[in-house]
């Protein structure tokens, strides 16, 4: 009786099972089929279940702290590299001998660059997170000083005599002049659009800034970004150097003799639509070389060759003796070493219009690219040994150092920076965004058009059958989990369907992402991905009085007449906190006659201030510009019947917005009347 | 080298004395100018800024070299300079923006793409990081480093309507000239303003000169050692921060109530209006005045009671006079026909 009766309850058992499996399978095989767009994905829930939680006990369990090495160098005596580890805000101090790191020095959030004083006694570093520049005592190992700049300082160099510290920022696009006696920021100067390198020149007379983005024109006009030139014994802008169809001026460096300044660039195609990958037509990585003789030209030269495309350069350093420079090129795990007394002779014997022709002809780099040196993941910043003999290599995904041997031009084994040896999902996946193995010929990386995971402020023809149509704005990825659908249309339910097989037949022009690769890169996207504190606009989660009557001004139901608006004509029914995004569809009147008629994918707004240009397509260069040139019909908000103050107001509001985090938080805080 | 204003300490005559300018020499569209009318004039440097109907007109190194909107200017017509002590960089009114130059680049700021009032920008000035403008819609505050505007109008600052002629800066005060509205003072530090009107409120005749500014009707403002000097359609008013003092042309050496453009450089205050320049330090008086029918002209100095003439040939080049600008011993002054220079020259 006993086993019948447990012959009956397995019975039933397997046939609830079986009940459940099926149809459960089935609709697991649905659910991911219609996640993933595609019929094959393995029914594998961990996959998005696990690995793309992104807070809390599990996401911090699945999860390690890595250390992300980004700038570095190297003391006087040479034993002793500083390393920015951006991921941990420290500077890890490491002895060269014995390859340990024999101390840890917390510094701000996400640092960035670091200096050292002549005597090698002080470092400086920026903290592109905390808007200031730490001033470190190396004997100590302490921070003594702190000094604020302008919103995300990046590249770092100091006056001839020490007197003044220049900042880049990076977020405000301009220049903290820093007098090291006051210990406090002087002035600040404009530069170009997002800069970020900078360079003294030898004699000390000039400092060079490069951008990252190019200046805003409209779609269809070719790309310019700019260089500024500070003249620094004025501490005053003295020239702008246009640098024609490049952006991402990441870094530059003057030669020691001073007769060159050398730029690290990449050359997007935006105009181009983006099909053409295959031939070569989407982007093209190289350095510019501004002369700083006779002429001064601008010349541009390749890095990229036949069939072989060295994506993302980042770092651009020359050897102590002048005859070479070193380019790290992110997207393909690369440096490769120019022979710069080739470059010269091309320089003095070449006509312009030859060199202009050349600087398209990727068989010309073979000219004066002498080798191609592999490195760790993601290369970064750079520093030669104090006698030119070694270079060492930020090797940031890696958490170690790259020793390069400067006679053999061959790697030497890797500094290890001591931190975890495990690789997450999430660091795959992070290693595989900033690698262009993925695309045609290594031709671009998805960090090139989302540099720091973000946007690059490019509009560009993504047409697949139709060529010319839908121009879009590259979209920032910054804290985009929960906020599906993507992509301007909607069209997109996941980043699965986002990133998989369409990803390559219309944009990598390669093979697609293998399965676990896919799943690495959206774990990385959707958890690895924030916003920068907005410390602009908001440092201190406190609305100022116009961002409080703009906040207002955002949530309101009647007109200055008087006149109640329309539910879909209110600020906040479209763009409710904390995304600042209801995830549906609209119609804001700004389609144009190139675009198919669809509603656009409401955008999310958290740190909307940093994502000029806006619009679908880029068409508005400033906020205003949303409601003052393309808000005539009040199809984007009822804003006609405000005053000029008011949509100030509303706009200094807008600035304020910071990551949805701290939003639901304030959000919370503002429910329960406690503020 | 700064400006060379005579101290007004020392035992020479002649340096307490109101300056005299002499060889005169004019800049007209032949011979350099992109057309005849010069609304303002700054001296930067080694060069001279000149805003015209036709463009920003650069005098360096004796040649002239005119920037337009095709280089990237807002508008063509220039009507206000600034050069920011802090950056060097120079800032321009015009008649469709604010256009600021660095390093050779024009970047405009215009009321469709920030947060600016109006796009006719009667005056410019810079304080520190913040740049002031005194527009056709109010008056506004950029902050270069957010490039976040504040507006004020007759809705948030004691204004009688939001036209703005003059903005100026000094001790940390800003002081606006807001038509019907007198003198607007902004106090950096407590953000908050505070208006000088005429007491009297006669629009017509100012009874009592002495009791305050003498005109609501203000065209323009400069602050200059302690001293805030207002021009108005009316007259001229002169402020210690204490007392203020009325002058007219009827009673004092002033060219013309009818008042352009005030400048204040040193103890003196350069006034522009539409029958020549004039040049006072409060109680003695310099005014230029073109001949009617001929290229020559003359000073008239007043000194109390006593007028006095100097005759010049060639004088400035037209009596309707809308900017100056002084460095060292040579003036500037934009007129609705030419620009001309003058060198101060022995009384």
């Known amino acids: 009786m006993k086993t019948k009766k447990l012959y009956f309850i397995l019975g039933f058992i397997v046939v609830i099972g079986l009940v459940i499996y099926f149809p459960g399978r089935k609709a697991a095989r649905e659910h991911v089929n219609y996640m993933t767009a595609v019929e094959d994905h393995p029914l594998n829930c961990v996959s998005c279940h696990l690995h793309m939680i992104d807070k809390g006990p599990i996401a911090k369990w699945q999860n390690k702290d890595y250390?992300?090495?980004?700038?570095?160098?190297?003391?006087?005596?040479?034993?002793?590299?500083?390393?920015?580890?951006?991921d941990a805000d420290k500077?890890?101090?490491?002895?060269?001998?014995?390859?340990?790191?024999?101390?840890?020095?917390?510094?701000?959030?996400?640092?960035?660059?670091?200096?050292?004083?002549?005597?090698?006694?002080?470092?400086?570093?920026s903290n592109q997170w905390a808007d200031n520049v730490m001033i470190v005592d190396l004997a100590k190992g302490q921070v003594t000083d702190t000094i604020s700049t302008g919103n995300g300082p990046s590249g770092i160099t100091l006056s001839s005599d020490e007197t003044f510290l220049y900042a880049v920022n990076t977020f405000s696009s301009d220049l903290t002049v820093i007098d090291l006696n006051r210990k406090q920021e002087v002035k600040r100067l404009p530069a170009g659009f997002n800069p970020a390198g900078i360079s003294l020149s030898p004699d000390g007379e000039k400092i060079y800034v490069s951008s990252r983005r190019g200046r805003m024109v409209p779609y269809g006009e070719p790309l310019v970004s700019e260089v500024t030139e500070f003249n620094s014994q004025k501490n005053r802008v003295s020239n702008i150097l246009g640098i024609d169809e490049a952006y991402m001026m990441e870094n530059i460096s003057f030669t020691p003799g001073g007769d060159m300044a050398l730029i690290s660039l990449i050359r997007p195609k935006n105009l181009v639509p983006m099909v053409q990958v295959e031939r070569g037509w989407m982007m093209n990585h190289g350095f510019a070389v501004i002369e700083q003789t006779g002429e001064q030209?601008?010349?541009?030269?390749?890095?990229?060759?036949?069939?072989?495309?060295?994506?993302?350069?980042?770092?651009?350093?020359?050897?102590?003796?002048?005859?070479?420079?070193?380019v790290s090129s992110t997207g393909v795990n690369r440096i490769s070493v120019i022979n710069l007394d080739s470059i010269r002779y091309i320089l003095q014997n070449y006509p312009e219009e030859e060199l202009a022709f050349l600087s398209y002809d990727l068989s010309f780099s073979r000219h004066y690219i002498e080798r191609r040196i592999p490195t760790g993941a993601a290369p970064k910043g750079m520093v030669l040994s104090a006698d030119g003999s070694r270079l060492y290599v930020a090797n940031q995904l890696d958490d170690n150092i790259g020793v390069i041997d400067l006679n053999t031009l061959e790697s030497l084994d890797p500094i290890d920076l001591g931190g975890t040896q495990k690789v997450t999902v999430a660091r795959k996946g992070r290693q595989l965004f900033v690698n262009a193995g993925g695309t045609f010929q290594n031709q671009y990386s998805c960090y090139t058009c989302h540099p720091d995971y973000h946007e690059d402020g490019l509009v560009y023809n993504m047409a697949g059958k139709d060529m010319g149509r839908n121009v879009t704005n590259v979209q920032s990825l910054r804290e985009i989990n929960h906020t599906a659908p993507f992509k301007w249309n909607g069209l997109n339910q996941s980043v699965y369907k986002q990133d998989g097989m369409r990803f390559s037949t219309?944009?990598?022009?390669?093979?697609?992402f293998s399965y676990p690769d896919l799943d690495a890169l959206s774990s990385f996207i959707l958890t690895g991905i924030k916003n920068p504190p907005n410390m602009m606009y908001?440092?201190?989660?406190?609305?100022?009085?116009?961002?409080?009557?703009?906040?207002?001004?955002?949530?309101?139901?009647?007109?200055?007449?008087?006149?109640?608006i329309p539910e879909k004509g209110r600020c906040v029914t479209c763009h409710p906190a904390p995304y600042y995004s209801n995830f549906s569809f609209e119609d804001v009147g700004t389609l144009s006659e190139s675009d198919d008629t669809i509603k656009f994918d409401t955008p999310h707004l958290n740190n909307i201030f940093a994502s000029a240009p806006y619009l679908h397509d880029g068409r508005a260069y400033t906020l205003e510009e949303i409601w003052t040139k393309y808000g005539g019909k009040d199809k984007h908000g009822v804003v006609n019947d405000m005053t000029k103050m008011q949509l100030n107001d509303l706009i200094a509001y807008l600035n304020s917005l910071g990551s949805a985090e701290l939003e639901a938080k304030e959000q919370e805080v503002l429910k329960a009347g406690v503020k | 080298m700064g400006f060379t204003q005579p101290d007004k300490n020392s035992d020479d005559e002649e340096a307490k004395a109101v300056p005299i300018y002499g060889n005169w020499k004019n800049f007209t569209k032949e011979n350099g100018l992109p057309g005849n009318k010069t609304y303002a004039v700054r001296v930067d440097?080694?060069?001279?800024?000149?805003?015209?109907?036709?463009?920003?007109?650069?005098?360096?190194?004796g040649k002239w070299t005119t920037y337009t909107t095709e280089d990237g200017l807002?508008?063509?017509?220039?009507?206000?300079?600034?050069?920011?002590?802090?950056?060097?960089?120079?800032?321009?009114?015009?008649?469709?923006?604010?256009?600021?130059?660095?390093?050779?680049?024009?970047?405009?700021?215009d009321q469709l793409n920030s947060g600016m009032a109006n796009d006719l920008v009667y005056s410019v000035v810079c304080d520190g990081k913040y740049v002031w403008v005194a527009t056709g819609g109010g008056a506004g505050k950029l902050d270069t480093y957010t490039k976040e505007w504040e507006i004020f109008t007759e809705e948030n600052a004691p204004m009688h309507e939001p036209w703005t002629y003059g903005v100026c800066a000094g001790?940390?005060?800003?002081?606006?000239?807001?038509?019907?509205?007198?003198?607007?003072?902004?106090?950096?530090?407590?953000?908050?303003?505070?208006?000088?009107?005429?007491?009297?409120?006669n629009m017509e005749i100012d009874l009592f000169p002495d009791d305050g500014v003498v005109h609501d009707i203000t065209t323009g403002v400069s602050y200059s050692d302690g001293i805030l000097w207002v021009g108005t359609y009316f007259g001229l008013s002169r402020y210690d921060g204490v007392h203020w003092k009325g002058y007219f042309d009827h009673d004092s050496g002033l060219a013309s109530n009818f008042i352009n453009f005030v400048r204040a450089v040193g103890d003196y205050a350069y006034l522009c209006t539409d029958k020549g320049l004039s040049i006072t330090d409060g109680e003695s008086w310099v005014t230029y005045k073109k001949n009617e029918n001929d290229k020559n002209g003359k000073a008239i100095i007043t000194k109390g009671e006593t007028k006095t003439e100097k005759a010049f040939s060639p004088s400035i080049s037209h009596n309707f006079v809308l900017g100056v600008d002084v460095k060292d011993d040579v003036i500037w002054v934009a007129t609705s026909y030419g620009l001309s220079r003058g060198e101060r020259i022995k009384q």
């Open chain 1, 67 to 86: 250390y992300s090495p980004y700038n570095l160098v190297i003391s006087n005596d040479g034993k002793t590299l500083y390393v920015v580890a951006q």
């Open chain 1, 91 to 125: 500077l890890l101090v490491v002895d060269v001998e014995s390859k340990e790191v024999k101390q840890h020095i917390q510094v701000g959030d996400f640092p960035h660059s670091i200096i050292l004083s002549k005597d090698g006694k002080t470092a400086y570093v």
């Open chain 1, 297 to 326: 030209r601008i010349v541009q030269f390749l890095l990229d060759e036949p069939n072989s495309y060295y994506s993302d350069p980042y770092d651009i350093l020359v050897s102590k003796d002048g005859k070479r420079a070193f």
């Open chain 1, 506 to 512: 219309v944009l990598t022009r390669t093979e697609a």
């Open chain 1, 538 to 564: 908001n440092p201190k989660g406190e609305l100022t009085a116009a961002q409080l009557r703009g906040k207002e001004i955002f949530e309101r139901t009647v007109d200055n007449y008087g006149k109640e």
């Open chain 2, 45 to 61: 440097g080694d060069r001279v800024l000149v805003g015209t109907h036709e463009g920003l007109a650069v005098y360096e190194d």
């Open chain 2, 74 to 109: 807002s508008h063509n017509g220039v009507i206000a300079i600034d050069v920011s002590e802090l950056t060097g960089d120079v800032w321009l009114g015009t008649m469709g923006g604010l256009t600021r130059w660095s390093g050779g680049k024009f970047e405009v700021y």
């Open chain 2, 171 to 201: 001790n940390n005060k800003v002081w606006i000239a807001a038509w019907g509205g007198g003198v607007i003072e902004y106090n950096n530090k407590t953000m908050h303003f505070r208006d000088y009107v005429d007491p009297d409120g």
